[in-house]
């Protein structure tokens, strides 16, 4: 199962879009107005589905305004008369097209391949709305940014991103990063948490939410 994003503003092909991949399982977001969709959490979607052809912004722009946003892949839906365009249109970011009309066995077939190629090669990448980690490097950047955190923030950080929505108190959060032999004492959390947020302060970010009187969890 996947979170897939579809942006077309015919309604009727959304519809078709998500009777389709709603066979198999994945959750489909459906968005006929493409300017809404930046009212959304793109870096949860595994997957997104953009049309080419659209009013007041086409699918090559808005492809280019979020391409810095997700890890994920992006299609192209496009007619045959535009297909030279879109192997231009590749450039902007996107992974590749669906031909319009396409049926049932095409859209799975494509979907299916590309979500299988991200999970065999998927980048050491998390991406949270305009947080990137590079999970191999350790790393946390804002809008292309680096932050420079210690290696206790940073954990910190990972643990509540992978886990975004959930509540960890500072007894599970201390536990989990430092183990049951640390040196220190769970009181050390609200210090570290309370760092990450001067440091995150000044790329106008908050993502770290306190739940009073339980815990932490990533917003």
Partial sequence: ??????????????????????????????????????DLQLGRFDLILLDVMMPNVDGFTLCRRIRDKVDCPILFLTAKTMENDVMVGLGEGADDYILKPFGAGELQARVDAHLRREKRQRREVL??????????????????EPITFTKAEYEICELLAKNRGEIFSKEEIYESVFGFDGESDSSTIVV????????????????????????????
């Avoid at 948490?193 to 990533?218: C, D, H, L, M």
Wanted: with cysteine.
């Fill in 1 to 38: 199962m996947a979170n897939i994003l579809a942006v077309d503003d015919e309604k009727a092909v959304l519809t078709l879009i998500k009777n389709i991949l709603e066979m198999d399982h994945h959750v489909v977001t459906a968005v006929s107005d493409p300017e809404k969709i930046f």
């Fill in 127 to 144: 991406c949270m709305g305009d947080v990137h980690f590079n999970l191999s490097g350790k790393e946390i950047s804002v809008r292309g």
């Fill in 192 to 219: 570290h948490i309370k760092n990450i947020r001067a440091k995150f302060s000044k790329f106008q970010v908050s993502p770290i939410e306190t739940v009073w009187g339980i815990g932490y969890k990533w917003d």
